[in-house]
């Protein structure tokens, strides 16, 4: 393939290769020449353009196929307008003779079709230069057109429309020409033809005035003719033309107006015109009498649907503004359609024509409007619904009069109200709550309107009403409870009137079937009043006969509708529901028997509507409450049912006795009994299966049925990928609603509301607006055929072979039509029931039953309909599938080959094909394996049969599913399949387009088989490569856009295995254009693939878009329609999301948004903003902010060249630059779900983007630099838009942005004024968010959200000014006042759970804001008081805005004493509901203070989101008022009577006393808390953890708790597991930090009842303390801890958790293992090492609470943790500072070894055993060494002298230690660190003087001699800092106290030591004034003692001194130069600090 990149085609290499590959190798030639042409340079192109013409021209003999000659010619077009033209005569006359020749073979037609092809080429591209040959050229196009088959007429067509789009105007002359020629080409038989002409037309009307004028009604009448037997490709073309031309007729071009006087059309004559075709059908008007004497006369469905989509056209064209304007006349048009008689002559035609209008009003009015003009839209409807209504009235009212036109005119009127009410409902539900001000404005009456239709004499209206009704509440809940009741009003006060009584019992179904849509739901009480009215009518149904069969209908209706609230209503009438279910049925079989011979027509009518409408309900009763079936339900439900089963068979009995008009209430009760019987499980009726089955299969085989009614189920059965056979990729196109109509199925598209009034309640299914049940005649057979496949597979095999063979019989019995009918209903039942078969893993049965189910499938396989054929092919594969044995396969495997040998015919050589494809597809790839050869062999072959694309359709399709099911196995046929799907891709038409999807599909299964594979650099794997994406490129060429979707998703595939070989830069722009696309599926395809490229490559996605943006001026000649302005890709995204309905596209949509969002916001901060902010400001007004001002706000970074490019495209074409609605309500929330993303972003990334300092700083140094901080007020401003919108899920996201905006940016300080925060200035406008949303209207979610808000706004701390507070405090303080009124006007709209919701939203700001308050209060007290501030501060900021401290808590402590009720009302709400259901019965069954007891499941999700800070403000409050408030103080007395309303429970016990009345709140608080803590959810949020241990760690401040817990030893111990457990799931340091506080102040709380247990044995019983220890104390006289009771053994293993967790050294298991090799632990983390160092201080407490024996056991343990850590963490560091840990290891030890237990004698022993040990250990681990030189020898030295001096009795004497101590001592004082030695002379100058004499003096013998021999040392080498300096001052002190130890007799000996080395260190006055500080500071020093000295020891200091004369002469000058020093005083004053300065380092803990 790489040689065939060149300029010129590389000829040789063209030889070389065979033939086969030839056509791909030119192919990819002229694909390089494409890109090269454009590119390359002129000159070069020059030089090689006459050999280049030549090699392009030679191709156009060589018969090219149809990609390729589309290439040939647009390359040959381009390198003329390139290069030269002086040969383009010649080469267009070539191309005419070529044309011209008379040559008709089909082998010459490939040359004949290029030569067309280069001739539209040239034109196109060089338009007028080639003026003067046109006529020739046209003429002669014109007369190949006349002698062409139909592939040449496609491309003569083609070739003319690119001819009048490069001449235009210029070609005037030929245009009635070719108008003359092409237009009877409208009805020609090949569909691709009528396309051709209609792009053909479409081109001409541009400039032919003609068209438009003269001809309009001619063309219009060709068109209605062109749509009859069309297809959807040529409706959609046809109907383009004629929308278009249409619109031109209206608005005409100015220039082709001014050319030629005309005159224009008007509105009413245009929209007349397409009337006709709507109402007439393409019969024109002449010959449609004869039709109507021929008895048809119904209109073509075809030409109505074309027509359909011709409206749309013509409105689209024409854009939104001018439907604004034109609305009134185009609605009363429209709607006019649907009430002409011929619209409506069947039943199913009216819905069909119904269908069609409220497409056209859903496809104009829901797209190209924005949400004002729906609003004046909505306005309009309401109108035409209104004015109806009056003539229906009018006509209702003179009944007297001749009636009969009248009744027409009613019966119209119904089905103008249905569309009218449909749009209305779909308007306002697309609006949302943006459509508040439509139902707020008396003069439209919206609601009045809407209910007056309910009393319409059709019921199709009454439904319209009602679920216009429903709509209104899902986008205004708010309406739903005052509908419902003004619906229950009037059922009771109408009851008379039958219309009333259906019309209101639909409207409220309707409105309880929307509740599940209404997330705040509906209070309980209507549940009760649905039920009373309900069984009010059934009760009274009897009374009255003109209203029997109403009532009882209305009644089932609402008790249905009912049960789709669920199970929370439904359970407290169920065991009515159940009474009222067994009345409506017999009793007994003789009941039944009885009950045949009474009654007449009309009761027995009214009895089967009953028991259907009873049938009804139960069936919504078991999909909508699934939780309430219980076995003793189904048993009680079984009991009417089975009646109903019995019923059955005498229904027909009684249809014969009381005549026909029964047959449809029996087909109703059949409906339901089958709907039910489908969702309950088949056991429970397994008795009934024969009779069952009896009814099943006679329904769908038709047997009591004259009419040939099929299922509608067959498609959604066969398999989805199937779709390219079955057409049914209609469904998934924009005018499916419409398309359904033309499908061949019975009654297709023809759902309507009154065909099942049930529907009106039920959910919609996914994707369709308003629910369409099917007619009766056809749901029936539908629900037998599912409740088919559910009974099948529990069906014995006798029975099945039966049923089969039955089957078989029923066709074989049938002929024509009907035997049809009867297949595609068995064949779908079979479906159905293999189905089930495969769901429920059961198998198919034995050999008779396979062979009967064998032979019936075989036999469809060659039926002439398509769907049978594919249902029979789906049907064998699932029987393999069910069979699953080898044999079996191969018999089917077999039978399809030797039928595919031999077949020559069409229809079973595409059944059996399909057949081998399902077979794979079903069984995969293991499974049909052994047949894979064969299949692939025979299906190639087929796939090449080009006489017939129907078979090659099926062959390629069976091959793909192959491909797809057999995985790698397929590895070794790539190849082979590959070419044959490249050569087919080159040869077959353009337009069978089916091949062309199946080679898509095929191409992709491929793609996918050979998977990473794609990325490898073989020589194989580079040509599947390129072949992979040649295919890809000539697909993406194809006219047909599912061709173009099939490339688009092979690409993808080719992206994810290979990225590095798909071409973004050409792949993204040919994206974005098809996101314009009008058909959907490319839309879908294009964005599902840039949300996989958004996913990795975004960057350079939204780079390559905005390359196509920048060249859009020159594709204008290319017509391609992209609207890519400077907001890139991601605008025209957001612009979809307007416009899109497709839930799976706007998914796709907000996927890629978000990839792109992520890899992008950051660091193009402004523009994603702008792009937010344009979205957000849209709601100010609609489209006035167009790109063009957009752009100029950037402050000039934008260059001024790229402005000029914008004006210029701007002005020229401002239509276009204009978004066409403003961002509709949906994408404005997206937008603001997006800003808070880009925030999240921002904090993730870099911390600049909250610091405004920084972030001016990097803007300075940088100006292309953007920081979030810098947009605040973007931000802001944004926010508040939201948050004040119209849409309340907009306010919500709004609020949401609010929050984390306060969140993130309130401690970011304001740089110019120290001492503020940025966010100050704006607290106006925070103000102005809120307040809306506390206003009484406001929905509860809204207020919930607010007052989060509020709360974390009060406590960010943002706002200094206490005036300003109190405006947001104040809207706290509002809500709160309006919980305490009772019932707000709100708790009645919504669910008792809403008002759950906001209570409990209130009461937990409340506690947060409560929480901040005593935060901040406590932080004031502890602070030390600021001084006043000095005046030359400048200004006085300061003063005015410094807040008292405690301000929050003064706003705060009024509302307090109500506050502290409700908060504990509501703990003990969500106590007893966190209670697990068995304790259910314990509830209280009057409900909470703030849930009811029917909403308990719905309240337990408000109270879980809101209790932890409750519960935090509680314990705050309790703590503060020291638990001394038994109830607050009494209620001020206007709201006495309201609190005790909720606060019942509370004021009742008030005979309690304090001490009770706390332990119940202590009860409480530690029971949530545990109950929290034992498992919290993963999905509860961290804050809940930490508030909750933050709580308990308050709570354990006051000594109330203290007590209570320390009296509970149990609850000690479960408290200590549960925060094991929690450490253990959920452990963060901060949560780690909070738990060891706990621990800390539980064991305290534990020591102090001890003691305080100690003390009173002690002095009541007179007991030694020692012995009521070993009583009292954990672990008794024999000192075993249990496991579970033990208050100790549950802290160690906590504490341990702790210790190990982050020192996983201290594990012996971990240092065991082989894997593990020391090595020292890096410095630990600050929050780390404050975490052991509590653990570790905990340990050492935890003896405490032992007796003797008890801390013997625990003891070691402890003792080896705590020297662990010392080990682990006694570290060197650059400060010298010891280490937290290691200071609390100290501290420890000092804890233990200094407890009273060493007193203790029964543990002497043992006691002295432990000390000894832990010493060695710390020997042993301070041992010197060089591989753990970072040991702090300081720390361990600590610790031996700590043992030294506590234990001195316990380690005296015992050498193997001392020889230790010794050493480690005497290697400190040889240590050459200054810092070491003077710690080491610090302790040992305590251990000399320790008092116990056999200890200190082993060590003063062993290291006096040391120290004296280093201070000697120091004479020589002076101090050269201050760290040696007072180590020697510390060595001084030791040797100081050993003189002082001394006695008498041997003082001078030992002042002969000490003399001397002072002396030594003092200098001569010569040297004194030259040397170094340290050295004067020792001078100094040195002459301080001796002064000292001397006094001290009298004679013996004399006594050396007289023995040392230069000692004194030395001494003596020293003396006198320092008194003889001027500066003495001075001297004297620096010396004393030198004195005093003790250590300049102090330890943290002092240990002695």
Aim: hydrophobic share 40%; proline share 4%.
């Amino acid at each position: 393939m790489e040689l065939a990149h060149s300029l010129l085609l590389n000829e040789e290499a063209l030889a070389q290769i065979t033939e086969a590959k030839r056509p791909v190798f030119i192919f990819e030639w002229l694909r390089f020449l494409n890109k090269v042409l454009v590119a390359a340079n002129k000159v070069d192109v020059k030089e090689q353009q006459k050999k280049l013409v030549d090699q392009l021209t030679d191709l156009i003999s060589s018969s090219p196929g149809p990609p390729t000659r589309k290439l040939l010619a647009k390359n040959l077009a381009t390198l003329y307008s390139i290069g030269d033209t002086f040969t383009v005569f010649q080469t267009l006359d070539k191309c005419n003779e070529i044309v011209k020749s008379k040559d008709d073979t089909s082998a010459y037609l490939p040359t004949k079709l290029a030569a067309v092809a280069c001739i539209g080429a040239f034109y196109e591209k060089m338009g007028r230069m080639l003026g003067s040959s046109f006529p020739e050229t046209v003429s002669n196009l014109l007369k190949a057109l006349k002698s062409a088959e139909s592939q040449g007429r496609s491309e003569v067509l083609l070739s003319l429309q690119k001819v009048l789009n490069g001449l235009g105007g210029a070609a005037a002359s030929c245009h009635r020409d070719i108008y003359k020629n092409v237009r009877s080409g409208l009805t020609d038989r090949s569909m691709a033809v009528r396309c051709a002409v209609a792009k053909c037309l479409l081109e001409l009307q541009k400039e032919s005035v003609f068209m438009w004028t003269t001809e309009l009604e001619n063309l219009a009448t060709l068109c209605f003719k062109g749509l009859e037997g069309s297809n959807y490709a040529v409706r959609v073309a046809v109907s383009k033309l004629l929308g278009t031309v249409m619109a031109t007729a209206l608005t005409p071009k100015h220039a082709a107006v001014m050319r030629q006087n005309v005159k224009r059309a008007t509105l009413d004559e245009v929209l007349e015109l397409m009337a006709t075709g709507f109402l007439r059908g393409g019969s024109g008007f002449l010959r449609s009498g004869g039709e109507m004497l021929k008895g048809g006369g119904s209109v073509n469905r075809e030409v109505r649907v074309g027509v359909t989509q011709a409206y749309v056209v013509f409105v689209t064209t024409l854009r939104g503004q001018w439907l604004e304007r034109n609305f009134a006349i185009f609605l009363t048009h429209v709607l006019e359609l649907v009430s002409h008689p011929r619209a409506t002559q069947s039943h199913v035609e009216a819905v069909y024509s119904r269908r069609c209008v409220s497409f056209i009003l859903r496809a104009t009015v829901g797209s190209l409007l924005g949400e004002k003009a729906q609003i004046a839209a909505a306005k309009e409807i309401c109108q035409a619904i209104a004015k109806q209504m009056k003539a229906v009235e009018s006509v209702m009212n003179d009944a007297n009069n001749d009636n009969k036109s009248g009744a027409a005119d009613v019966s119209a009127s119904q089905h103008v109200m249905v569309c009218a009410l449909q749009e209305l409902g779909s308007l306002v539900q697309s609006l949302s709550a943006t459509a508040s001000p439509l139902l707020q404005e008396p003069s439209i009456g919206l609601l009045e309107t809407v209910t007056s239709v309910l009393l319409h004499p059709s019921m199709a209206a009454r439904l319209g009403a009602a679920w216009c009704l429903r709509c209104v509440a899902v986008a205004l809940p708010y309406q739903l409870t005052p509908l419902v009741d003004r619906c229950a009003e009037c059922i009771n006060n109408l009851k008379t009137s039958p219309e009333a009584v259906t019309g209101y019992s639909f409207a409220m179904a309707a409105l309880l079937g929307s509740v599940h849509q209404c997330p705040l739901g509906i209070s309980h009480s209507k549940g009760k009043m649905v039920v009373s009215i309900a069984e009010d009518l059934l009760r009274t149904a009897s009374q009255n006969s003109r209203l029997s069969l109403q009532r009882t209908q209305a009644g089932w209706l609402l008790l249905g509708a009912l049960m789709s609230l669920g199970p929370s209503v439904v359970r407290y009438h169920l065991p009515k529901m159940l009474l009222l279910w067994r009345n409506v049925f017999p009793r007994s079989l003789k009941e039944l028997e009885a009950e045949k011979a009474r009654g007449d027509s009309f009761t027995w009518q009214v009895t089967l509507e009953g028991r259907a409408g009873a049938l009804c309900a139960m069936r919504s009763f078991v999909a909508h409450c699934p939780e309430l079936l219980t076995d003793d339900v189904i048993r009680r439900i079984m009991t009417p049912i089975e009646c109903a089963m019995l019923m059955l068979s005498h229904i027909p009995s009684v249809i014969k006795a009381y005549g026909a008009q029964l047959k449809a209430s029996a087909a109703m009760v059949r409906l339901r009994l089958y709907d039910i019987l489908a969702l309950l499980p088949p056991k429970t009726y397994e008795g009934s299966f024969n009779a069952l089955l009896r009814e099943l299969v006679a329904e769908f085989t038709l047997t009591d049925n004259s009419s040939n009614t099929t299922t509608s189920l067959l498609r959604s059965l066969c398999h989805y990928d199937d779709s390219v056979l079955l057409g049914s990729w209609l469904q998934e196109t924009d005018h499916k609603s419409i398309e359904d109509q033309l499908q061949p199925n019975s009654a297709s598209g023809s759902g309507a509301l009154e065909h099942d009034p049930s529907s009106i309640y039920l959910r919609i299914p996914v994707g369709e607006a308003v629910p369409g049940p099917l007619p009766l005649g056809v749901s029936v057979i539908d629900a037998s055929v599912a409740l088919f496949g559910v009974v099948f597979p529990h069906v014995s095999f006798k029975h099945r072979l039966q049923m089969l063979d039955h089957f078989a019989e029923c066709i074989k019995q049938a002929k024509g039509v009907r035997q049809q009918a009867v297949q595609i209903n068995i064949f779908t039942a079979v479906l159905s029931a293999l189905k089930g078969l495969a769901e429920n893993k059961s198998t198919l049965g034995p050999d008779e039953v396979r062979k009967s189910a064998l032979a019936l499938v075989m036999g469809v396989l060659d039926n002439p309909n398509p769907i049978l054929r594919c249902a029979a092919g789906e049907a064998l594969g699932r029987m393999a599938q069910v069979v699953g044995e080898a044999t079996f396969i191969a018999r089917m495997a077999q039978h399809s080959f030797d039928k595919l040998k031999s077949a020559r015919d069409v229809v079973s050589r595409t059944g059996h094909s399909l057949a081998l494809g399902c077979l794979h597809r079903y069984v995969g790839g293991i499974g049909s394996g052994q047949h894979l050869k064969t299949s692939v062999s025979i299906l190639l072959a087929l796939a090449q049969d080009g006489t017939s694309p129907e078979v090659q359709t099926w062959a390629l399709h069976s091959l793909a599913l192959i491909v797809d099911s057999s995985g790698p196995m397929y590895r070794g046929y790539v190849e082979p399949t590959l070419s044959l799907v490249l050569t087919l891709l080159l040869t077959v038409p353009p337009s069978h387009t089916e091949v062309h999807q199946c080679l898509g599909r095929c191409l992709g299964a491929l793609i996918t088989t050979v998977g990473p594979e794609l990325q490898g650099n073989g020589a194989s794997t580079s040509t599947i490569r390129s072949s992979c994406l040649v295919g890809c490129a000539i697909m993406q060429d194809h006219s047909d856009s599912l061709a173009q979707a099939a490339a688009i998703s092979c690409l993808q595939q080719l992206h994810m295995f290979a990225p590095r070989h798909v071409n973004l830069s050409s792949l993204v722009p040919s994206l974005c254009v098809h996101l314009c696309s009008s058909h959907l599926l490319l839309r879908r395809a294009a964005v599902a693939c840039l949300r996989q490229l958004a996913q990795r490559e975004a960057t350079e996605v939204c780079a390559y878009a905005m390359t196509l943006a920048q060249s859009t001026g020159s594709k204008e000649s290319s017509g391609i329609d992209v609207n890519i302005t400077e907001t890139g890709l991601e605008g025209v995204l957001f612009g979809m999301l307007d416009r899109e309905t497709d839930r799976k596209l706007c998914a796709d949509i907000h996927d890629t948004l978000c990839h792109m969002l992520s890899s992008l916001a950051v660091q193009k901060l402004s523009h994603w903003l702008k792009l937010c902010k344009g979205v957000l400001a849209a709601s100010t007004d609609a489209g006035a902010v167009g790109p063009l001002e957009a752009t100029r706000d950037e402050d000039g970074e934008k260059k001024d060249e790229m402005d000029d490019e914008i004006m210029f495209t701007g002005t020229g074409d401002d239509e276009k630059s204009k978004p066409c609605v403003a961002p509709r309500w949906a994408t404005r929330v997206f937008a603001s779900e997006c800003l808070c993303r880009i925030i999240l972003l921002c904090e993730n990334t870099d911390d600049t983007h909250f610091d405004l300092a920084k972030a001016r700083a990097m803007k300075q140094k940088n100006p292309k630099c953007d920081l979030l901080v810098l947009h605040l007020s973007d931000l802001i401003r944004m926010a508040f838009m939201a948050a004040t919108d119209h849409s309340n899920q907009l306010r919500m996201a709004g609020l949401q942005a609010l929050e984390d905006i306060i969140k993130e940016f309130a401690s970011v300080p304001e740089p110019e004024f120290p001492g503020h925060v940025i966010l100050e200035q704006y607290q106006a406008n925070v103000g102005a968010a809120l307040r809306p949303a506390f206003s009484q209207d406001t929905p509860s979610d809204i207020t919930a959200k607010a007052c989060q808000v509020c709360s974390t706004w009060i406590g960010s701390g943002v706002v200094s000014d206490l005036n300003d507070l109190r405006r947001v405090h104040n809207l706290l303080v509002s809500s709160l006042d309006k919980m305490q009124s009772g019932k707000g006007s709100l708790s009645q709209l919504y669910s008792e759970s809403a008002s759950t919701m906001e209570k409990l939203a209130v009461l937990k700001a409340w506690a947060e804001v409560y929480i901040v308050a005593m935060k901040t209060k406590k932080e004031a007290e502890t602070k030390p008081v600021k001084p006043v501030k000095s005046k030359e501060d400048d200004d006085d900021f300061g003063a005015v805005d410094e807040l008292p401290p405690d301000s929050l808590i003064t706003l705060v402590q009024p509302e307090l004493p109500i506050l502290s009720r409700l908060w504990l009302a509501a703990l003990k709400d969500y106590a007893l509901l966190t209670l697990p259901s068995e304790f259910a019965s314990q509830l209280p069954s009057e409900g909470g203070a703030f849930y009811t007891p029917e909403t308990i499941d719905s309240a337990r999700l408000h109270y879980r989101t809101s209790w932890a800070p409750i519960l935090h403000a509680v314990v705050l409050w309790l703590n503060s008022t020291g638990f001394t408030i038994a109830y607050e103080p009494a209620v001020p007395s206007g709201q006495k009577n309201q609190t005790g309303t909720i606060l019942n429970q509370t004021s009742g016990g008030s005979t309690k006393t304090l001490q009770e009345i706390n332990t119940d709140r202590l009860h409480l608080i530690f029971g949530i808390s545990i109950e929290f803590l034992c498992s919290p959810r993963p999905e509860n949020p961290l804050e809940h953890v930490t508030s909750c241990l933050k709580a308990l760690s308050t709570l354990l401040d006051s000594p109330c708790a203290i007590a209570y817990i320390g009296e509970d030893r149990m609850l000690m111990v479960e408290l200590f597991n549960v925060l094991h457990r929690l450490l253990l799931t959920c452990g963060p340091p901060s949560v780690q930090r909070q738990v060891t506080m706990v621990v800390q102040q539980t064991i305290r709380a534990a020591q102090d009842h001890l003691q305080g247990l100690v003390k009173k044995a002690h002095e009541e019983d007179d007991v030694a303390e020692e012995d009521s220890l070993t009583a009292l104390g954990e672990g008794g006289k024999s000192g075993g801890l249990i496991p579970g009771k033990s208050i100790v053994f549950a802290a160690l293993e906590l504490l341990m958790f702790i210790l190990v967790r982050h020192l996983p050294q201290l594990n012996p298991k971990v240092t065991d293992s082989p894997s593990h090799f020391l090595q020292k632990t890096s410095p630990f983390a600050e929050e780390s090492a404050q975490l052991v160092a509590v653990t570790v201080s905990i340990l050492a407490d935890l003896p405490s609470l032992c007796s003797p024996a008890g801390s013997m056991t625990v003891l070691p343990t402890i003792l080896y943790l705590i020297t662990g850590v010392l080990r682990e963490t006694a570290v060197k560091s650059t400060d010298n500072l010891m280490t937290l840990p290691a200071s609390a290891a100290l501290q420890g030890i000092k804890t233990i070894i200094t407890s009273p237990l060493a007193k203790s004698d029964q543990i002497h022993k043992q006691w002295k055993d432990l000390i000894c040990s832990s010493l060695a250990s710390i020997l042993e681990y301070s041992k010197p060494d060089e591989s753990t030189s970072s040991t702090d020898e300081v720390s361990m030295l600590t610790a031996i002298a700590l043992f030294l001096l506590s234990a001195s009795n316990e380690v005296v004497g015992i050498s193997s230690l001392q020889n230790g101590c010794i050493e480690r001592f005497r290697s400190a004082l040889n240590s050459s660190d200054p810092w070491v030695q003077q710690r080491c002379y610090q302790l040992l100058l305590s251990v000399f003087q320790q008092p116990h004499r056999a200890l200190s003096t082993p060590y003063i013998h062993a290291l006096a001699p040391l120290v004296v021999e280093k201070l000697k040392a120091v004479e020589n080498q002076k101090p050269n800092n201050n760290a040696e300096l007072q180590a020697v001052q510390e060595g001084i002190k030791v040797l100081e106290i050993l003189v002082n130890l001394g006695e008498e007799q041997n003082r001078p000996q030992l002042l002969v030591l000490l003399v001397p080395t002072l002396i030594s260190y003092l200098l001569s006055e010569q040297t004194y004034s030259s040397a170094p500080t340290a050295s004067m500071s020792l001078h100094e020093l040195a002459l301080q003692d001796l002064m000292r000295i001397g006094p001290l020891y009298p004679s013996a200091f004399k006594a050396v001194m007289g023995a040392a004369p230069e000692l004194k002469s030395k001494l003596e000058a020293a003396i006198r130069a320092s008194q003889a020093s001027s500066q003495a005083k001075a001297a004297a004053q620096q010396v004393k600090p030198a004195l005093q300065a003790a250590p300049t380092i102090k330890l943290k803990t002092s240990f002695f």
